[in-house]
Nanobody, 118 residues
Framework: QMQLVESGGGLVQPGGSLRLSCKAS???????????MAWYRQAPGKERELVAR???????EYSDSVKGRFTISRDNSKKVMYLQMNSLQPEDTAVYYC?????????WGQGTQVTVSS
């Protein structure tokens, strides 16, 4: 499975923006491209939830809570997935995890903390 490393988390004020990145390694581009990529998040005391998923450059889906505010994308040539997060709110505070799924299984990143607070 691919090794996934998230970055880009941090502390922002409500209404602010962040862009998360998930870099895949130990995989060639074609292998990265074969994976459905997704962002999950887990807030303190809550279960991990799907935030957004991208099957390819055109086929994406979002949770209702982030729809219209977050944008998921991927750059297969760089083996990177992004999550552009705009209009962040305190309820978006969570550890955000990168996920990759193929027919062979799934991989997870270590997570990156996003904190939205005044």
């Amino acid at each position: 499975q691919m090794q996934l490393v998230e970055s880009g988390g941090g502390l922002v004020q409500p209404g602010g923006s962040l862009r998360l990145s998930c870099k895949a390694s130990r995989a060639i581009t074609s292998v990265f491209n074969s994976h459905v990529m997704a962002w999950y998040r887990q807030a303190p005391g809550k279960e991990r939830e799907l935030v957004a998923r991208i099957f390819d450059a055109k086929n994406t889906e979002y949770s209702d809570s982030v729809k219209g505010r977050f944008t998921i994308s991927r750059d297969n040539s760089k083996k990177v997935m992004y999550l552009q997060m705009n209009s962040l709110q305190p309820e978006d505070t969570a550890v955000y995890y990168c996920n990759a799924v193929s027919g062979r299984g799934a991989s997870w990143g270590q997570g990156t903390q996003v904190t939205v607070s005044s």
